[in-house]
Structures are given as structure tokens and as C-alpha cells.
């Protein structure tokens, strides 16, 4: 336990210094937010409907920027090497760091998201469920997204074959997710958020698995 | 062990595809055979088939895209199955068909893409709606196209094989969410007008050159397969040797 | 740290892909021997040595440890715990200090040495505040040196332990390495160069048989 905590902070410490990740994505995530509206049109009423939409693809691409280094930057330093030989199962190392990355990209995320929401004049309705699907979904990311950039980790310049791996198979979370938003603005029953919160349940039970297969394979060289 | 020694025995590791070799080498003209007179008697049924009351002469689309559809869904399966035997039992053979079904798969999948757009066109007057089955087949064309993507990514053989096996795997799981998902999106966003692109497929005049295309749709998956998995266990070979000619 | 007797290895087939690199390999090392291996690049020293760690699969044949308690490990993951491992990068990560870095590595491994001693010993006292990137070669792998006697682990596998060092560095690792055999711990050392001190050696060259 001591073992995971102490992995989880470090990673933690890693992203958040300078030449980490955590400031790109939420940079990255406010510079496509902010893009949309130049390519849409300010029509108020079309930004406030695609408001979710919007908000939660950027929010799967800023975290994909940032995904690739989950394990990448270890490897190439060789500190890879040395944790997996500490005390934890590759699984529980896996799972630290895709905590570590959602702690680091999207739980800053869904916090930023009501303000951005703000730009896109989301109507008054729209916000509790955008900062719970976020919040229920980003998870979903992290870990699906663990499991690409596992497989990708020897692949040079795998960063750009990640988003192709992950995209197809994070689908269902911006369906539900952005769903969700939808279906409360609209007033409707909101049958999205159960489903997103298992997804995400699942995916984050069953990716440490995939993923570590994945690393322990590439640890082969 | 000398130098030469060393490398007859990475040949040898693929003796036990000979037997393969050899069966599918006699396999094949009766396949094609079968694929040509499935496929041959389903079109010339399809186009004796009177027009729909509704779609007209367009609903013969149909007897090419729900094949296509079919036969990419069952590509996908066989994949992820060669997948799961290739990680268990780290046969050879198996990552070898799970590699070389995928682009076929893939171009099924277009295929259906393609036909269902076209088919689409004439009901809605645009190419593409949004119709959930065509959606889901969209997604499932990207997961190829990935899945192809990371088997040329990687460079050693051994490693592509079993990272596009876990990805395979993944995949397999995902896509019936993604199915799921997207049914409940549709329905979501277009509660009212979901034209099912299944069409009327009661009366035994459609049945007849459906089976027979959706036959001959799968003759032709296994019969380019097998003459893919020939051409890459030979193509693997020729490399062995040449490694060891330096 | 938990005292090892020795470590086996027998008929040990090793390949890179779709290479081998040699077969039917045999090695024992006993507590308090330090086995130096050598050979040419492409040997396989490195890849020996990670198959030892448990990150490469051999092809065939077993490795074992056997612990003073009489156990045994075969298995990959099993031996994890045994492993002090220095490769050939330093697993220095550029953000932190010294001083960070190994109190992480004590923290995950578990380890009661003290931080400032350790540091000490390898000569990078003052340096312990300086974030990583600005260290040089030599001083990154004392690091290493630094994170490997912490983390009290039996079994060491060093993968070319004197590049980038100078003539003290270089010292410093005859004397960590003779005062981990003293105290009972095995190594297996991977090196082109001479370590200071004679043992037991093994040639991996074309084709081992």
C-alpha cells in the first residue's frame, strides 16, 4: 500500500513540474474549446446545445496528448524497469499510474469545464450533469487509454497511432456522456449516467489487466 | 550447434505449417469454385428479384451490402478468436490468420459502408444519417484500421502479434458496447425515424439470393484468406532464409 | 534483505525476436561470488541479464533462486523480488532530485537506509538538491549506484556498471560490489572492462553451446 502511494505521488510530482503533462492538457483542452466556437458560429443557441459535445471531445483529446507518456517516459529512462521490479504486480503499477494520470488530466478537467461551459452559454440546467459526466467518465479515458499506450510503448512516434487505438473503444463514454448533458437539458430521464458510470466502472476494473499484459510485453526487449 | 545449424532450425519451427500448405494448396481451386457458383447463382436470383413496393429496384443493394456486413462481422470474430489461440497456445499459424484477416475485414467493412451509403441515398436523400447500423460499422472500421495499424507498427513479428492479440481481445468486448451504445444514441437523436436498413426480407424470393450471396460472401472470406495465410507463411520463409544467406 | 544461496541456470535458450542468441546456457553463482560476464555487442549479455530479472522469457530451459530458507523461484515475476538491478540507463528521472528520487525508491521498496548516508557513500552529498537533468553522465550513474545499495536487494545485476564513470567511480563500484558479496549478496556483472577484483567469469560469444 505504502509501495502504490508512494508510485502514485511520484508520478503526481512528475506531471505536475515544469515539462509535465498536466498544464498542457488543460491548456490544450480550453485552446479546442475556445476553436469551436470560431468554426461554428456564435449562434448562442447552437453553442449551448453542442455545448456538451464540445467539451467532451476535447476533454478525450487532451487527455490522449498526454497519454502516450503514461509509460513512455519511464521506459525511455529506464525507471520502467526499476518499478516494475518493486514490490507491486505490474497490474497494481498500472493501476497507480492511470490514477495518477486522471488525478493529473481529468479531474482538472471537469473542474475547468463549468467555466469553459460559460463560453458556450450551456443553459442553466446543463451543468450538473456536464461536471458528474465528466467527472463518472474521464476515468473511462485513463484507463482505456492505459491499455493504447501500453501496446504503443516500443512503437516509435506511438503517439500517433494511439488516438486510432483509442478513440474507437472510448466511443460509448462520449455517447453516454455527452448523452447525459443532452437528456438533462432536454429534461428527459436520464438513463445515460447509470450506463456511463458502469462503463467506467469496467473499464477501469478490466484495463490494469490489458494494459499490463501489454507493458510486460513490450518489457521483453 | 554451428552458424547454419542455428538457422534450419528457425525453419524448421514452421515445418508444422507444411501441413497446412499442403491441405489448403488443395483446398482452394474447389473453394473458388464453389465461392464463383455461389456468389454466380445469388446475383442472377437478385436480379430476378421484382422491385420492392417501397425502394424500387435499390432494395437489390441489399443482397451486397447485408453480406458484406455479415462477413465483416464475421472476420472480426475469427480474428479475435485466432487471437485468444495465438496468446493460449503461442501457435504460429494462429497470429499469422488473425494478421492476415484483418484487412480483409476491413475491406468488407468499407464495402458495407459503401453499400449501405449508396443504398441510403434514394430513401433519405443524403449519403450518410447517422443510422445506427452504419455508425456501428463505421466505429468497427476504425477498430480495423487500428488494429492493422499497430501489426505494421511494431517491427518485431512476435511482439506485433501478441500486442494485436490483447488488442483483438479488447476490442471483441468493446464493440458490443459500442454496438449498444450506439442504438441507444440513435434512438436518443432520432427517436422517430429510424428506417431500418434490414428493409422487408420475408418472402422466400429475398431469402433465396440473400443465403446465396451471404454463402458466397463467406466462401470468398475464407477462400482469399487461406491463399493470404499461404503468401505470409511463404513470405516469413523467404525472410528466414535470407537472414541466414548473411 | 533476504539472503539468497545461490542462483541456476540450465539449458538456457535465449532469443531476440526471431534471432536466437544462444542455447543450453549453464551458470551457478553462490552466495558471495560475483560472476563476470563477457562477450562481444550482441552477445546477449544484456538480454541474459534481463532474463534474470524475469522481463524476458527464455525460449527454454530454467532459472532458479534458492533462498537460505531452502525455498526456490523459477518463475519471472517471482524472482522480482530478489533483483538489484543498475541498466544501462540510470532510471534518473529529470524533474527530481537526488534527494526526492531515493526517497521515493526507499519509500516503494520498502527500505530503512537513510537517504543523506547513501548519498554520502556515493560522493553526491552536495548535490542532492540539484534536479537530475542538470547532473552529468558520471554523476547520474552514481545515482543509480546510490538507489541500487538502497533498495537492499540480494541478487545484483549490473549491465555495463563502469560506463561513464571516472577512475573513482569506477572504484566506488569494485567496493560496493565486494561489500555486497561480503555480505552475502550474489552479482552478476555484465562489463567489457576489468572490475578490480578476480571471480568467476563467463564468455557468451556466436552461438553458445
Redesign the interface.
Known sequence: M??FF??LI?DI??AT????SAMLAVVFFAAVAALVPLGVGADLKLLGRIAGGVLWVAAVLAALLSLDRIFQ?DF????L???????L??EAVVLAKMCAHWLTTGLPLTVLSPVLALLFNLPAGGYDALIASLALGTPAISAIGA?GAG??L???R?GL?LP??I???I??AV??GA?AI??SLDGLAN?AFP?LGA?SFVAVL?SPF?AA??VR????? | MSERGLSWATIFEFANPKRFMDVSGWIIPWLAALTAILIGSGLFLAFRVPPDYQQGDTVKIMFIHVPAALTSMMAYGAIAFASLLGLVNRHPLADVAAKTAAPLGATFTALALITGSLWGRPMWGTYWVWDARLTSFL??F??Y??YI??WN??EDEV?AA??AA??A???V??VV??K???D??ST?HQGESIFRLGGPLIAPVFLWPLFLMMGGYAALFVLLWLIRIRTEILARRARALLRHEV | MTALSGLDIEALSLW?GERMLFCDLALSVGAGEALKLEGPNGSGKTSLL?AI?????PRAGTIRVRTNNGEQFAGG?ER??F?G?L??????????TPL?ALS??A????STACVEEVLQLVGLSRLGDLPAQYLSAGQKRRLALA?LSLSARPLWLLDEPLASLDASGKALVAELVAQHCKDGGLAVIATHEPLGFEGPRLTLGNGQT
Request: hydrophobic letters at 50%; aromatic letters at 10%.
Open positions: 505504502n509501495a508512494a508510485l511520484r510530482r512528475l513540474r515544469a515539462g509535465g517516459s525511455e529512462d529506464g525507471s524497469d526499476l518499478v516494475v521490479l518493486g514490490p504486480p505490474l491499455i501496446l504503443t516500443t512503437v516509435r506511438g497511432i486510432l487505438l478513440l474507437p473503444l466511443s460509448p455517447i453516454f448523452g443532452l437528456a438513463g450506463l462503463f478490466l490489458a499484459a501489454a510485453l513490450n518489457l521483453q526487449g | 466505429i468497427l476504425f477498430l484500421l487500428g495499424a499497430l507498427a511494431i511482439r501478441k500486442a490483447i488488442l481481445l479488447v476490442g468486448v468493446d458496447i459500442v449498444y451504445s450506439v441507444w444514441w436518443l | 531476440r534481463r530479472a524475469g522481463f524476458l522469457e515475476e522480482a523480488e533483483v538491478w541498466g544501462h540507463q540510470d532510471g534518473a528521472k529529470s524533474q527530481l526526492e521515493f525508491y519509500r516503494y521498496y520498502g538507489r
